[in-house]
C-alpha cells in the first residue's frame, strides 16, 4: 500500500520524506515575508478554513510557535497575507499616463495581468479565498482593491463624476476582469495578449450598450473614439 498523502489541516508525523525544511536565521521583515508567501500559497489553493498554522508553519519551514509569534493566530496570518498581495497589485495599478484614454486602460490592464501571472496564489488568495461572510477585513481589503481600480479607470476615461449607467458599466467589466483573471489561471488556454485585447474589446462593447441609455456614457465613448478599439 502506497503512502498516503496529508492535506492542509490534517495532523501526523509528516515522515522523513516530508521533513520540514531546515531553519535558517532571518531578519524579523523577511521571516514575515516568508511566512506570508507560504500562506499565500496554501490560501490561493485550498479553502481558507481548511489551511491550518501547522500547514502554513510547516510549508514555511518555522515553527507553529514563531507564526502564532509573528501573527496571533490564522485569522491575523490570512489577513496579513491578503493585505500584503493587495499592497502589491496597488503598486503595479499606479497610472503611467501619456496615452489615449483607451491605451492607458490597455496599459493598466496589462499591468493587473502581470501580477495576476507574477503571484498566481496571491491573486487567487485574494478574490477567491476567505469565508463566506466578507463584511470584515477580508471583504474590506478586496473592495479596497476594486474602488482602486474604478478610480483609475475613470480617470484614464476623463469621465468625472460617474453616473449610475457608467458606474453599473464599469463595475461590471471589473467583474469580468476578476473573473478572466481566475479563470486564466486555471486552465491556461488562450494567450495573455489575445485575452487582454478581448476584455478591452469587452469593456467598448458594454460602454456601446450603455450609450445607448446614457448620455455620460455617450460622451465617454466620443473621448476614447472607436477607432482606438485594437
Known sequence: MGASSRAPGERGNPGPDRARPA???LSVDRRREELMAAALELFGTHDAEDVSIDDVAAAAGASRALVYHYFGGK?????????????ELTERLRPVGGGTALAEVAAGL?????????HA????????????????????????VRRLMFKMIINQLR??????????????????????????LENRDIGRPLLERMLIGQ??????VAAGQDGQVREVLDEIGRGEVA
Open 75 to 87: 485569522q491575523e496570518l490570512y489577513v496579513a497575507a491578503l493585505r500584503s498581495a493587495a499592497q
Open 159 to 184: 469621465a468625472g463624476e460617474p453616473g449610475p449607467a457608467l458606474r453599473i458599466t464599469l463595475r461590471s467589466w471589473i467583474a469580468s476582469v476578476e473573473t478572466a483573471g481566475l479563470d486564466w
Open 23 to 25: 531553519r535558517r536565521r
Open 203 to 208: 469593456l467598448v462593447a458594454l460602454l456601446e
Open 110 to 118: 496589462a499591468r493587473y495581468f502581470d501580477f495576476v501571472e507574477d
Open 121 to 144: 496564489a496571491g491573486f487567487a488568495a485574494l478574490l477567491r479565498g476567505g469565508p463566506a461572510n466578507r463584511a470584515g477585513e477580508v471583504g474590506e481589503i478586496v473592495e479596497g
